[in-house]
């Protein structure tokens, strides 16, 4: 059985909707960004500190640990894109699933003190969603819009893969881009 892996800007929700898919599919649920501190024994804001690169190296650690599990939800970092490894290692066993929520809800409902990169200027999620929406869009299968009721959303995302494993011959989504 495939992973599946959620990617989207940090707030979008991906932990939320992880740990509730995997309620509702029997999965089990990891969070890179916490798998990353627990591994590291430091926090994400700590290894920032030393620089990006000593948070962004640990994260592909992370990647290619947790990806190389079967049939588990992987709730991603929001830079996760930023490296074309990261998103080769979670492509050859997931079926990646970019979440959509815009910089505006994610700032209403979201605590940004804990997220590194926005912390120090709330307004920075606008630039971070210039810069990588291309990237998300390129790195997913699915693509899910998380504006409405989670619950929705949870349906949207079952929905979706279901119907990519059906297009694709044993179960494969490679194709499933062709939904959107």
């Known amino acids: ?20 898919l995997s309620k509702r599919l029997g999965m089990e649920f990891y969070d890179s960004d ?14 920032f500190a030393d620089a990006e690169d000593t948070f962004r190296e640990a994260e592909t650690r992370a990647i ?9 939800i992987i709730a991603t970092g929001g830079g996760v894109i930023k490296r074309t490894v ?12 970019y979440i959509i ?3 505006a809800l994610i700032l209403k409902s979201t605590s940004l003190k804990d997220r590194p990169l926005l912390a120090a200027d709330e307004n920075k999620i606008y630039a971070l969603y210039k810069e990588r929406k291309e990237l998300y869009e390129k ?5 899910i819009t998380n504006d409405c009721e989670i619950e929705e959303c949870l349906e949207e995302i079952i929905r979706k893969i279901k119907a990519a494993k ?15």
């Open 64 to 72: 290619q640990e947790l990806s190389a599990k079967e049939g588990v």
């Open 34 to 47: 916490v798998w990353v501190q627990e591994k590291e024994g430091r926090t994400i804001a700590e290894m």
């Open 139 to 143: 790195a997913s299968h699915i693509t």
């Open 101 to 103: 929520r815009h910089p």
């Open 1 to 20: 059985m495939k992973n599946i892996v959620l990617i989207g800007l940090s707030g979008s929700g991906k932990t939320t909707i992880g740990e509730l």
């Open 166 to 180: 059906q297009q694709e011959p044993c179960g494969s989504v490679t194709t499933a881009k062709q939904q959107r």
């Open 86 to 97: 990261n998103i080769d290692m979670l492509h050859k066993n997931g079926i990646v699933i």
